[in-house]
């Protein structure tokens, strides 16, 4: 997913900009840009585009090129077309500039339209369709111009736009990715991430989707894509910056595994006052209120997400006694029959934002399910959706790998098996006794973990010139198992398969070769 960052204020734009889209690498990328409004009484854009990290801006940022105080900037993770300067983001067309997440429906067709009234298209991107439409639609106003391009257009769409047309605004769009208003003294910032926005600020508004924010120097407005005005009221986020740093970390996934144990306890505590001293199943609070009359229980979920799930569904099953099932949100359509109005459906997401487990969540809905969210954004699309959001207290989780949002999803699905068996009194209270227990131990067994860290790196070093990894695992053992390959090919670029144990005589012992090296 790419980054993009918009800024309107009373300070230069270009610095803001460039610190915020390096705040978003993890998002990927492939190149960077920014465009500035420079000028007076005669606006003009300056757009300045590079291959590789955001980074390479800061140059020209830093030495007077930009003094304008309204810009956007964009970190790149093609979609359409090659990596290249042309390809790029922002894309300019006449006076309008684009920052786009999302892929647009029907892009070449449309395309081909536009090329058909004169247009002439410099990149392979769909997203400058965008510029070009918002000047064929031009009515004045960047705001009106803007929301008469966008009704022409379908698929994903947020966005942010400037124009020396208008150059007192910036508008930003949301359909399908995220997009996040923050409110500072004299200064607004618009992005698709709070951590690009937290430095400056920490009051923000989270769009819904179909609607659109208007930035000035005076304040922000809000608008549906009918143009109808929108209240929203910013609201604090409840991390605050230095929490997206470093601090003295090599890199931030080996942070955020260093902070995991810290990420559960405060999620173990919306349930549980811990103390040193052994709990009562008394003293255990849930924090939503869910009705328990549910026939049966559908997890669903993404990427590492999911294989929380699948721990999920066996936790449940073992603590509850109930039967349960789980989904890849992706999935969705071969899977419907699962869901109707007797399901507790919940979708987990570390985002909230994800898209697929997005449509899976609308679709229970429409089945009049039951949901309840898991996710980490408390603001975030999926919690709005939901009745009840169950929100983890991992903090911002900066590397593309799972680690701390992983352990505190698991977290949450252990005290939401915990609530649902005492709820329906489906295990005896000494049961309850030794589970809460168990539970509330969790955090300090997991920092004795942490301590492993010379003993695995060692380990590591062994291994790091096999190119392919099985990992073998049974019961609860054997989504950690996928977990685990998951991350191997997400940070280590390399082959890594998951096994059941019981099931390596059925085909995976063939493949067994001297260059592979499989962990039990």
Not at 36 to 51: D, M, N, S, W
């Amino acid at each position: 997913m790419s980054g993009l960052v918009g800024y309107i204020g009373h300070r230069s734009a270009a610095p803001i900009i460039i610190d915020a889209l390096a705040r978003l690498e993890y998002r990927g990328y492939d190149s960077a840009g920014l465009t500035v409004i420079e000028g007076a009484p005669k606006a003009v854009l300056k757009t300045t585009k590079t291959l590789g990290r955001p980074a390479a801006l800061a140059e020209k940022a830093y030495s007077g090129v930009y003094t304008g105080n309204t810009g956007i900037g964009h970190t790149r993770w093609a979609s359409h077309g090659k990596p290249s300067i042309r390809n790029a983001h922002p894309q300019v067309a006449g006076e309008t500039a684009v920052v786009h997440n999302g892929i647009l429906d029907r892009a070449q067709s449309i395309k081909s339209g536009l090329e058909k009234r004169g247009i002439k298209f410099r990149s392979e991107t769909d997203t400058e369709i965008l510029p070009h439409l918002i000047n064929l639609n031009w009515r004045g106003s960047l705001q009106e111009s803007v929301l008469a391009a966008i009704r022409e257009l379908e698929g994903g769409l947020t966005c942010c736009v400037i124009s020396s047309r208008d150059p007192d605004q910036l508008v930003a769009v949301k359909k399908g990715n995220p997009m996040v208003i923050g409110f500072g003294e004299g200064e607004f910032i618009a992005a698709s991430d709070a951590t690009a926005i937290a430095p400056h600020t920490q009051r923000m508004v989270f769009l819904r989707d179909g609607e659109m924010a208007v930035l000035s120097h005076e304040g922000v407005r809000f608008y549906d894509f009918d143009g109808k005005p929108v209240d929203h009221e910013p609201q604090k986020i409840s991390w605050n910056p230095v929490m997206a740093e470093k601090r003295g970390y090599r890199h931030f996934l080996l942070k955020e595994i260093v902070e995991s144990p810290r990420a559960v306890r405060e999620t173990v505590s919306t349930c549980i006052t811990l103390k040193d001293e052994p709990l009562s199943p008394e003293e255990f609070r849930y924090p939503c209120d869910l009705t328990t009359d549910f026939e049966k229980t559908v997890f669903s979920a993404c990427g590492s997400s999911y294989a929380a799930a699948m721990l999920g569904q066996l936790i449940f099953e073992s603590i509850a006694g109930l039967p349960a099932s789980r989904q890849v949100a992706s999935e969705l359509e071969f899977g419907r029959s699962m869901v109707d109005s007797k399901t507790l459906y919940v979708p987990l997401s570390q985002s909230g934002e994800t898209l697929d487990t997005l449509e899976a969540a609308k679709y229970a809905l429409s089945q009049s399910a039951q949901l309840l969210a898991i996710t980490n954004n408390p603001s975030s699309t999926l919690a709005r959706m939901a009745h009840q959001a169950f929100i983890t207290r991992a903090g911002p989780e900066i590397s593309v790998a799972s680690s701390k949002t992983f352990s505190s999803i698991v977290a949450a699905l252990i005290l939401l098996a915990f609530h649902i068996a005492q709820s329906r009194k489906l295990i005896t209270a000494d049961r309850q006794r030794e589970l809460i227990n168990a539970i509330a131990a969790l955090p300090e067994k997991m920092e004795k973990m942490i301590t492993y860290e010379t003993f695995l790196r060692r380990m590591a070093e062994k291994f790091a010139h096999h190119r392919s990894f099985f990992f073998i695992g049974r019961g609860l053992l054997f989504p950690v198992a996928h977990f685990a390959a998951l991350m191997i090919k997400e940070v280590a670029n390399i082959h890594g398969e998951a096994l059941r144990g019981g099931e390596i005589k059925h085909g995976p012992i063939k493949i067994g070769r001297a260059s592979c090296r499989e962990r039990v």
